[in-house]
């Protein structure tokens, strides 16, 4: 049934369009929830930007999000192209298994160390091996197994496979979450509707609601010299969250951000709990800045 739907949406929002397409196994709709995301397309188009697809023809503008959500929860690649193929007798999924080492002969990797069950194990490859780790994680699983800058590896006694420059030149979209904004109309997500049974039995039976959405209602691309006529790129984006993080409780804003529970605390987010928020969360695109070592 969610299948069938997720098609209907989704001919349904890009109709016309020619930069989506339809029909394929990743389902993409828009995740809105509140009314705040149409507030704040509005008040983009009165102050003159461009409202529509970020996704389509211009990479600038301001939009309601878009994600990859099915029947209410992220349709995210296991549940999408790793799930169905689960019963292939070419496939076989180790779970709970952390890789620890590329094993090479000279310069061919022919398979993975791995820990799984307290146990160091092996599994050999008869073609190829993927390393699909992240950004991060691959960097680091190929510097312990000798692929990196020599003097870096000589530090931990790793030998040497290939002398590269593995996990320099890192880049990130740093973020800074604004302080949380009130709002004089109950239209933004508080705690009182998340805990409800009311917005549960609808998120568990049907797949809609509070809970089915991404909780980022709009985002916008911008770029802040005003230099896109110039072909020049986004440099900054701006995620407008449907909820305060002080009006949930502090177990949420500690798991959301990773701050400190003393700073929570100091900071009084305790005030700002059940109460009509919604917050912007700027981040930057196109760094100057790199990780060098």
């Keep these: 049934m969610w299948q069938k739907l997720d098609s209907m949406l989704a001919v349904w929002m890009w109709e016309g369009e020619q930069y989506h397409g339809v029909g394929g ?45 099915r029947g209410g929860t992220r349709a995210d690649t296991a549940k999408v192209f790793l799930k169905p193929a689960v019963n292939r007798p070419n496939l076989h999924i180790l779970t709970n298994a952390h890789v620890t080492k590329v094993m090479f002969e000279g310069k061919r990797a022919v398979g993975l160390q791995f820990i799984h ?26 510097l312990l197994s000798g692929v990196g800058p020599k003097e870096q590896l000589d530090q931990f006694n790793i030998p040497l496979v290939a002398d590269l420059p593995v996990g320099k030149h890192l880049q990130d979209h740093v973020g800074i979450y604004y302080p949380e904004i009130l709002i004089s109309k109950n239209i933004s997500v508080m705690k009182e509707e998340l805990l409800s049974f009311k917005t ?22 911008f770029n802040t010299a005003g230099l896109e006529k110039k072909g020049v790129p986004p440099d900054m ?22 701050l400190d529970r003393k700073f929570i605390k100091d ?18 695109l196109q760094p100057k800045s790199i990780i060098l070592s």
């Design 117 to 142: 069950a307290a146990e160091k194990k092996q599994a050999r490859a008869s073609r190829e091996v993927i390393i699909s780790a992240g950004t991060i994680g691959s960097s680091h699983i190929l």
């Design 200 to 221: 549960n039995a609808k998120w568990d039976l049907l797949g809609l609601g509070a809970l089915s959405a991404s909780g980022v209602d709009a985002v916008g691309f």
């Design 267 to 284: 900071a009084n987010y305790a005030a700002q709990e059940n109460r009509p928020l919604f917050s912007w969360i700027p981040s930057l």
């Design 25 to 69: 196994p990743l389902t993409i709709t828009q995740s809105t929830y509140t009314k705040l995301g149409d507030v704040v397309l509005d008040a983009a188009r009165e102050l003159g930007y461009r409202v529509g697809d970020v996704n389509g023809e211009s990479p600038f503008g301001v939009m309601k999000t878009q994600a990859n959500i």
């Design 237 to 258: 984006q701006l995620h407008m969250a449907s909820f305060g993080m002080g009006s949930i409780d502090e177990d949420f804003t500690y798991n959301c951000l990773g």
